[in-house]
């Protein structure tokens, strides 16, 4: 879909299932059983939407899916469900892996690294084996050492390959990965999440990651209650929502299992969302 002089769209990995309710914290099933209907184990389906932005010189991949590195009992206790294929969905789309520029990493958890690496011959190398994996220098020190609450959100699979190779770039901050192509750190669902905005030719797209992980998590109070620093992450939304209903950025919803792309509006006192270039 063509977006300024450049291209962007969706890449998906298929979907997976979590808890309903820590997915929505505290706001009460009644809620959000209206908009996602929850499994007989309470889970709902959520979407893998990673973005490929394709400027004149460069193919880059803003997160990598949950991956296919997953035995039964962890695809079942996760509900992974493989109805597409990241690097299949690459494949069609005539770009091979090797034509990966740069892999944006918004932060290291299963379901945004999960395609960082492949397993060949029973072990896991780089997916992207040209690419540069961006990420924050603080989320990478993290992933090596992570602590009870959120040591479940980490594979070392994922990441310790990529390091390994060297192929990591680390950010402390803010930083332009290539000309139009920026990462933010925005602290709240962990201390080191990057958002990634793009801009061509004035359009701006956001990709929000798990700041707004779904286009229901727009309204400032719903807050993942897997989040780390929840109030940081209402902080950023009351920041960043009015800035993306103002300049009418496309935003993507990483999470979302049927809106991955959609631009704000106003719908009374709520913000409503408007899905954006059909569907992946
Ligand atoms: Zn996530």
Known sequence: MKFGSFEIETISDGTFALDGGAIFSVVPRVLWERHFAPDERNRIRLGLNSLLVRTPRENILIDTGIGRKW???????????????????LGKRGIA???????????LHFDHAGTNTVERDGRP???????????????????????????????????????????FDLIDGEAEVVPGVRVLKVAGHNRDLQCVRVDSEG?????????????????????????????????????????????????AFYHDPHVPLGRLHKDGSRIGVTPWGGNP
Not at 97 to 107: K, S
Not at 229 to 251: F, G, I, S
Request: aromatic share 12%; with cysteine.
């Open 203 to 251: 359009e701006t797209a956001f990709f929000f990651a798990d700041l707004l992980p779904t286009t229901a998590h727009v309204q400032p109070a719903w807050v993942m209650s897997y989040d780390l620093y929840p109030v940081e992450t209402l902080e950023q939304k009351k920041r960043l929502v009015p800035l993306a209903l103002a300049e009418n950025w496309v935003c």
């Open 97 to 107: 892996a090797e034509e990966i520029d740069y892999v944006i990493n918004t932060h």
């Open 125 to 167: 190398v780089p997916a992207f084996p040209r690419a540069r994996y961006v990420v924050q220098k603080g989320e990478l020190e993290h992933a090596f050492s992570p602590h009870e609450r959120d040591r479940a959100s980490y594979i070392s699979a994922d990441f310790e390959p990529v390091a390994e190779a060297g192929q």
């Open 71 to 89: 035995d039964e009992r962890s695809r079942d206790r996760y509900g992974v469900a493989d109805e597409t294929d990241l690097l299949a969905e």
